[in-house]
Each structure stands twice: as structure tokens, then as C-alpha cells.
């Protein structure tokens, strides 16, 4: 099997695009879709896209994990805040806890967790894994907090610069510059997304995840099966529950995360890739 240090996948392809800069070495296709071998630094990287949604996301890294032996998986792309989070439009969230919504019982009061039937969706070195994948441990081991600390980017052609160690953005007209937060917290992978602020603010205060996707959950299961490191990193397009797409900012949820993603890739040496996830520790 062919080996690349880091295998990057988005939903779309609108959230791979600003990483079209780092220079093809070649492409390949897995499961009936396009991924490019990329050439960054003394790293070479596997991207493509899993389409939307869980079975997609899965299968897909499934895929990419059987052909080539991959030293990390990071997932990146879009997401929606909850309101009460305290993260806005264009923030960065640093997932440290990947949390399913889906799994489990439904009951006539709500979701009850899937810990609730006694069958884990992974038993992994004596660990079972019902309702969440805790990736705490790999960021530490990782130094993703080192190169990537939480605080206020400004988003420059080299990737993400930190302006302070502030979690409070520069407002217009302070006559500073304006940035953009990075967090570290859970993230909620949901099978629907919120339709509207009631559903939006009820996950919210279930699960207590800043924020919502449709494919963390799934890549970092995938990923937990395949024993390969595990990382998602999700800019905030809209606030969960918005629908109207001209509230929305995708092109900025995306520059910001692949700033992001940027960062961390020009901090870290091969060497650094592949480190052992020990999934039995938290």
C-alpha cells in the first residue's frame, strides 16, 4: 500500500478549494471519486472530497484508509454554530470531543444515548465507544493546542496569524485589526441539520456541542477502526438553524478553517505525522 503523511477530506469540494494551491503530484480515484496527491513542504497529502452526510463520510474514508496507509485523517469544511455557544459566522472550531446525535433511543421525552442499549458502536482495546469519540488525547500528543492556540487570527496569504491570546474579536471602528476566533470543544454530527432556532437551541442544551455537522462522528469512528490519528477542524458558516442562505458565510468559514489547517501543516514535520493514537486513554 502506498503511504501519504496526511489524508485531508471535506463534504465538497467548496470546502477543499483553497488547499488547490499546494502544488498536484498526482490523482487517483476511490470509490467513484477524484483525490489529489499533494507535495506541501516535506509532506505529502491525500485530498478529496466524501460528499454529505454519514454513510458518504464513512465509506469513503473507508476507502482512502484501505488504499493508502495515512499517519493522520483530517476532516474540514463547514459547520453550524448553536447561538448560545459563543462562537459567531467565520470562527474556527477545534473539535475535542466528537459527539453523535443520532444513535441511540427515541423515546416519547427525546433521544435517550445509545450507552442506554449496552452494545458500544466500537469496543476498541477494552474501551467501548457508545455516544462520542473524545479526541482530547491525540490533540496533546499532536501539539495541535502548541502550533494552533485558541485566541483571534487574522486570516493573511501565509495562513492563519495570531493577533493575541484573546477569545473576544476586534469589533469595527476599535482601530484594531478584525479576526477571528479559534475554539477547541465538542462537535455534534447530526443526520438532519437544524431547520429552525427551537431545534437549534434543544440540541444545543442536550449534547452542550458548539457546533453541527453531518460527517465528524462517522470519519472519527472510521477512523477509530482503521487505528489511524483523527482530527476535524470546522469553520462557522451560519448559526444551526438558519436557513436562509443569505445570513450565511461559507467563503469565509472556509478561508478561515484552511488558514487554520495551513498553520498547523507549516508547524509540523514528517516526522510528527503518524504518531500512535492510543484510544484506550482519554
Same mark, same amino acid.
Given at each position: ?8 477530506l471535506g463534504?465538497?469540494?467548496l470546502?477543499?478549494a ?5 502544488k498536484?503530484?498526482g ?5 467513484? /471519486?477524484?483525490?489529489s496527491? /499533494?507535495?506541501h ?7 478529496g472530497?466524501?460528499g454529505i452526510?454519514? +454513510?458518504?463520510?464513512a465509506a ?6 484501505s488504499?493508502?496507509?495515512s ?5 474540514v469544511g463547514c459547520?453550524g ?8 459566522i $467565520? ?5 475535542d470531543?466528537c459527539?453523535?446525535a443520532d444513535e $441511540?433511543i427515541l423515546?416519547k421525552?427525546?433521544?435517550?444515548p445509545?450507552? $442506554?442499549i449496552?452494545?458500544p458502536l466500537?469496543?476498541?482495546n477494552g474501551?467501548a465507544?457508545?455516544d ?5 488525547d491525540y ?7 502548541t502550533?494552533l ?10 495562513g492563519?496569524v495570531?493577533?493575541r ?6 469589533s469595527?471602528g476599535?482601530?484594531?485589526k478584525? $479576526?477571528?476566533k479559534?475554539?477547541?470543544g465538542p462537535?455534534?454530527? +447530526?443526520g438532519?441539520?437544524s ?17 453541527e455537522n453531518?460527517?465528524?462522528s462517522a470519519?472519527?469512528q472510521?477512523?477509530?477502526l482503521?487505528d489511524?490519528?483523527?482530527l476535524e477542524?470546522?469553520?462557522v ?15 469565509a468559514?472556509?478561508?478561515?478553517c484552511?488558514?487554520a489547517?495551513? /498553520?498547523?501543516l507549516?508547524?509540523?514535520s514528517? /516526522?510528527?505525522f503518524?504518531?500512535?493514537?492510543d484510544w484506550?486513554?482519554n
Open positions: 500500500m502506498e503511504r501519504v503523511d496526511l489524508t485531508i463534504a465538497t469540494e470546502e477543499i483553497p488547499l488547490d494551491a499546494i498536484t503530484s490523482t487517483i480515484r476511490l470509490a467513484g /471519486r477524484s483525490f496527491i /499533494r507535495i513542504r516535506d509532506l505529502r497529502l491525500l485530498v472530497t466524501t452526510g454519514k +454513510v458518504n463520510a469513503i474514508t473507508a476507502a482512502a484508509l488504499h493508502f496507509v499517519g493522520e485523517v483530517w476532516n459547520a454554530a448553536y447561538r448560545d455557544s459563543g462562537m459567531g $467565520g470562527d474556527v472550531l477545534v473539535t470531543n459527539i453523535c $441511540g423515546t421525552d427525546g433521544p435517550a445509545l450507552s $442506554g449496552g452494545i466500537v469496543l476498541k474501551r465507544f457508545c462520542c469519540f473524545p479526541l482530547g490533540i496533546g500528543r499532536g501539539q495541535i493546542r502550533i492556540p485558541e485566541g483571534v487570527y487574522e486570516h493573511a496569504a501565509s492563519a495570531l493577533l491570546a484573546s477569545e473576544d474579536t476586534c469595527a476599535s482601530g484594531e478584525p $479576526g477571528f479559534v475554539r477547541y462537535s455534534l454530527t +447530526v438532519m441539520t431547520g429552525d432556532d427551537q431545534t437549534a437551541s434543544d440540541r444545543f442544551h442536550r449534547f452542550g456541542a458548539f457546533a453531518m460527517e465528524g470519519i472519527a472510521t477512523c477509530l482503521f489511524v490519528p483523527f477542524l470546522r469553520g458558516s451560519n448559526m444551526a438553524g438558519e436557513r436562509e442562505k443569505a445570513r450565511w458565510d461559507l467563503p468559514a472556509v478561508d478561515h484552511l488558514a489547517v495551513k /498553520r498547523l507549516d508547524n509540523r514528517q /516526522r510528527s503518524g504518531l500512535s493514537h484506550g486513554t
